[in-house]
Each structure stands twice: as structure tokens, then as C-alpha cells.
């Protein structure tokens, strides 16, 4: 081969090596273990819900956890997993790219603030108390992407 094409496939390499390994979201908690299936379901994206799918991934949590963003955006507002039991809380961050939502998280950041990917949010909630121990503690995920001026909702599962 000629010189300048070992230059190009070397140079391409070092830029995958440098830019292509960096993950887009921080971690939310120190060992990001996502739930698998136990009694009460799967926490995979897109696991059976019955009539519909699972809208994000669970990620296994210990009640009182401390709970990071996994993105640096704006807090909008907090959400609620259940219209009928407003004990189980949530958050929503948003940035120019990304919306996430967060549930099973009590919340420290403050509406309207700015929080940084990596930095404390939250602390988990016991799940297992609603849904008794048969379902594995965890915090629920969504991810929804920017694409035009709508949110589209993605998989999260190798954005970590």
C-alpha cells in the first residue's frame, strides 16, 4: 500500500479511538446494572407490558441511592409514574439533543436549574414497596431524541 493510504487508515483509526469510544450519558448510579426479568416483568427497552411496550430501561437502585443526570440540560419539571399515587416521583432534564425522564427518584434539583451530567439529582425510591419484593428496585429511564422540532422516543440501553 502507499504511504498516504496507511496515513488515511491510521488517522481514521485514532479519530474512532478517540471520538467513537466516548459514550453520550453518564452513569446514574455507581454500577449501572440494568434490571433484568423477575415477577413482575423485564427492565429491557421495549419489554412486554401487555397491551404495550416498556418505554424505557430500569436500572437496578438501592431505596435512598444517590441518583446522578445522565445528561447536562435544564430541569422542566417533575412527573409522576402513577396520575393515582402521587407518593412515586420523578424528572424530567432537557438540553438541545436530548429529553430524559426519570421515575422512582425523589428529586433535589430544583425546577428550572441547570444540572450537570454526572452530578447528584436525586435519591432512588423503595418500588418494592408498591410492588412488593418480588420486583427488583430500580429507577426507569426514557430517553427522547431531537429531531426536527419533536421528541422521538430511543432506546437508551448503549447510550451509557
Not at 448510579?29 to 419489554?47: E, I, K, P, V
Not at 441547570?114 to 419484593?133: C, H, M, R
Amino acid at each position: 500500500m502507499k504511504k498516504s493510504t496507511w496515513y488515511i487508515i491510521g488517522t481514521t483509526t485514532l479519530l474512532f479511538l478517540i471520538m467513537g469510544t466516548k459514550k453520550a450519558f453518564a452513569k446514574i448510579t455507581a454500577n449501572q446494572n440494568l434490571r433484568t426479568c423477575d415477577l413482575h416483568g423485564c427492565g429491557s427497552f421495549g419489554a412486554s407490558r401487555g397491551n404495550r411496550k416498556h418505554n424505557g430501561i430500569d436500572i437496578i437502585t438501592v431505596p435512598g441511592e444517590k441518583i446522578m443526570s445522565p445528561i447536562s440540560g435544564t430541569v422542566t419539571r417533575y412527573p409522576y409514574p402513577y396520575g393515582n399515587d402521587l407518593s412515586y416521583t420523578g424528572i424530567e432534564i432537557v438540553n438541545s439533543e436530548y429529553k430524559i425522564k426519570m421515575f422512582y427518584l425523589k428529586p433535589i434539583a430544583p425546577i428550572g436549574s441547570t444540572v450537570f451530567a454526572g452530578k447528584i439529582i436525586g435519591v432512588s425510591q423503595n418500588i418494592a414497596a408498591k410492588y412488593s419484593t418480588a420486583m427488583t428496585n430500580h429507577v426507569h429511564l426514557e430517553v427522547y431524541k431531537k429531531q426536527g422540532t419533536n421528541w422521538i422516543l430511543i432506546d437508551p440501553t448503549n447510550l451509557f
